[in-house]
């Protein structure tokens, strides 16, 4: 039973280049959420998918932040003209669709912008 | 909305010890959920225990507990007999059962549990 994936676990790179982190969720579980994690703060939620539909977005999911899941199945989010500010770490999670399901997280990808 | 407080930044136990992490949460949802997370230095959150604001007894998952009242808002997690490797960041979390926007987990600020021999 293999747990959430990340790639990649760490990325640099310079103020207004575009990254993109992508996320393989727990092959049966149909929801799949990003967070962001600041330092010294808890996990922030940024938006989450039942399937390939994104169902919420939260207000921090700014327009240069994108996120899709085409097949239902790994996700990927996208930063475009990043800013320093982005600098944190983006943890994916899955669950299983069911209420009080358990959100399981992957090891995250660490960004820096410089 | 949705609210978690962990008022403790750091705690140090001794090995083998118990310790309490603390937890007060705030919310207008009649249903919901409480999670806690361990976070280790290299960042995954695992997953620890979970307690549903129905459940009658309290929640035990091997050396962890959760010490919910409800009246009081609290769901404290007891870690019993300590050991080095619970040495990380521990979060509290909840989530909304009922409502709409009820998937999202809102986390505390979390405690830096150190283990010392």
């Known amino acids: 039973d293999t747990g959430v994936s990340q790639d990649p676990r760490h990325k640099i790179t310079k103020r207004g280049q575009n990254v993109t982190f992508r996320c393989d969720p727990i092959?049966?579980?149909?929801?799949l959420y990003w967070y962001r994690q600041t330092l010294g703060q808890g996990p922030e939620f940024l938006t989450y998918f039942q399937n390939e539909a994104q169902l919420e977005k939260s207000r921090l999911l700014s327009d240069r932040f994108s996120a899709e899941r085409p097949k239902g199945s790994f996700s990927t989010l996208e930063i475009q003209r990043t800013e320093q500010g982005d600098s944190a770490m983006y943890l994916c999670?899955?669950?299983?669709?069911?209420?009080?399901?358990?959100?399981?997280f992957g090891p995250g990808t660490r960004l820096l912008v410089l | 909305a949705q609210k978690i407080t962990q008022t403790q930044p750091g705690m140090f136990v001794q090995e083998k010890e118990a310790v309490t992490l603390d937890c007060t949460y705030d919310?207008?949802?009649?249903?919901?959920?409480l999670f806690w997370y361990k976070q280790p230095s290299s960042g995954e959150m695992i997953f620890l225990i979970y307690q549903g604001s129905y459940d009658q007894q309290n929640a035990t998952e091997g050396r962890y507990s959760l010490n919910f009242q409800k009246a009081r808002k609290s769901a404290n997690l007891v870690i019993s007999a300590s050991q080095l490797g619970d040495s990380a960041m521990y979060f509290c979390a909840m989530r909304g059962l009922l409502t709409g926007g009820g998937n999202k987990l809102t986390f505390g600020t979390g405690t830096q549990l150190k283990v010392e021999l």
């Open positions: 919310t207008s949802d009649p249903s919901y959920g």
């Open positions: 999670a899955s669950s299983k669709t069911s209420l009080g399901e358990t959100q399981y």
């Open positions: 092959s049966e579980h149909n929801r």
